[in-house]
C-alpha cells in the first residue's frame, strides 16, 4: 500500500507539472495576440527559451536555495528514488519559471534577448528561490517570527504572493529601468495607440492559462491525500468573479474580459484552501476591478508602459489575494481559519520589497553593464527581424 501511495503520489504531482508546464504556452499565446505583429516571434521564442533558462538554473542553483536539496549524485541513486522527489522539483520549477515569463509581458516589444535571458537566470536561480524557501521550507526563521508576532504563518497556499506579486513588482523594475516603447507618450503629451495583433490569440492564451491554472492551485497540495475539492470550487468562483466584474468595468474590451479570469485566478492562489467559495467570488470579483481599474491608471494617467498590465495584474492582484487570504480564510467570513490578517500583511509586503530590491538590483546592474533595450532603428523594424531575423508570416513580408 506504501508503494501504491508513492506511485500514485508522483502520478499526481506529475500531471500538475505538466498543467502548469502547459500554462507557459498560454504565457506566450497572450503576450504574442497583445503585441504588434512584428513583435510575435519575438513573444514565442522569448517564452521558449526563458523557460529552458529557467530549468537550468534551477536546476543547479534555485532548488537548492529554496529546499536545500540537489541532485548532485549519480543516476543510480537517482534512480533506485521511486521518483516523487524529481517529479516535485519538475513542478516547482515550473512556478519558478514563471517569474521571467510575467516579467515578459511587461517588458515586451523593445528589450534586448541577451540580457533578459541573463536576468532570467539570476531571477529564477537566486532571488525567486530565497523567497520561496522563506514561505514555503521556513528558511531563515522568518515564518516563525511572523508567527510570533501575528499569532499565525504567512499563508499562500498556491502562491498568489510567492509566484505572482513578487514576479509583477520585478517586472515593474523592469519596465521603469527600460522605459516606454518609442513613440508611446509623446512630448506633446499625446499617447500613440499601439492595439493588439491578434484577439483570438490573446484569448487563446488567456484560455490555457486559465485551464492550466486549476494544476496550479489543486496540485499544490502536492500528494493525492491531500487533495481539496474546495481549492478547485474556489478557483472557478475566482475565475467567474474576476471575467464578469473586468467585462463590466472594462466595458466589453475583449484585453478586459480574457484578463479578468486571470486577475481573480492570481488573487484566490494564496487562501483557495481556506476560503468559502462565496468569499473566493468576492476576492476574484474586486482583483478585476484591480486591473482595470491600475491598467488605466498605469497607461493612461502615469505612463507606464507596461505592455501586458503585468504590474496590475500579478503584482497588485497577488499582493491583494496575499492579504485577502486573512481577511476571507477567516471563520467569521466562512473561512477554515487558521489564518490572521496581520501574518498575511506582513507576508504580502515582505514580497514585495524583495521583488523590488531583487529587480531594481538585476535589471539595473544589467542596464549600467550592457544595456537593456533595442536601438530606435531595431524597435522600429520590430524585434522579430531585429532579433530573429524573420517575421511571423515571412511569405507575406516578402510579397509587400
Known sequence: ???????????????GAIM?????????????GTVRKKNQVNALVKILVDFAVSTIAYFFVGYAVA????????????????????????FLLTFAAAIPAIVSGGIAERARFGPQLIATAVLVGLIYPVFEGIV??????????????????FHDFAGSVVVHAVGGWIGLTAVLLLGARANRYRKDGAMSAHPPSSIPFLALGAWILAVGWFGFNVMSAQTIDKISGLVA??????MAGGTVVAALMGRNDPGFAYN??????????????????AGA?????????????????TQNKWKIDDVLGVWPLHGLCGAWGGIACGIFGAPALGGLGGVAFGAQLIG????????????????????????????????????????HKIGATPDRDASW
Request: aromatic share 12%; net charge negative.
Open 260 to 277: 479578468g479570469p486571470l486577475a481573480g485566478l492570481v488573487a484566490v492562489c494564496a487562501g483557495s484552501d481556506v476560503m468559502h467559495p
Open 136 to 153: 514555503w521550507n521556513g528558511n531563515f526563521g522568518v515564518q516563525a517570527w511572523i508567527k510570533s508576532v501575528a499569532g499565525a504563518e
Open 67 to 90: 529546499y536545500g536539496a540537489s541532485f548532485f549524485t549519480g543516476a543510480e541513486s537517482l534512480a533506485a528514488k521511486n521518483g516523487y522527489e524529481l517529479v516535485k522539483f519538475f
Open 20 to 32: 502548469v508546464l502547459a500554462m507557459h504556452s498560454g504565457f506566450a499565446f497572450l503576450e504574442l
Open 233 to 238: 470550487v474556489n478557483s472557478l468562483m475566482a
Open 348 to 387: 504580502t509586503l515582505l514580497g514585495i520589497a524583495w521583488a523590488l530590491v531583487g529587480g531594481f538590483a538585476v535589471y539595473g546592474v544589467l542596464r549600467a553593464v550592457m544595456g537593456l533595450r533595442l536601438t530606435p532603428e531595431e524597435e522600429y523594424q520590430g524585434a522579430d527581424l531585429s532579433i
Open 281 to 297: 467570488l468576492v476576492v476574484g470579483g474586486i482583483a478585476g476591478a484591480i486591473f482595470v481599474s491600475l491598467f488605466t491608471l
Open 1 to 15: 500500500m506504501e508503494s501504491v501511495k508513492q506511485g500514485s503520489d508522483t502520478l499526481f504531482i506529475l500531471l
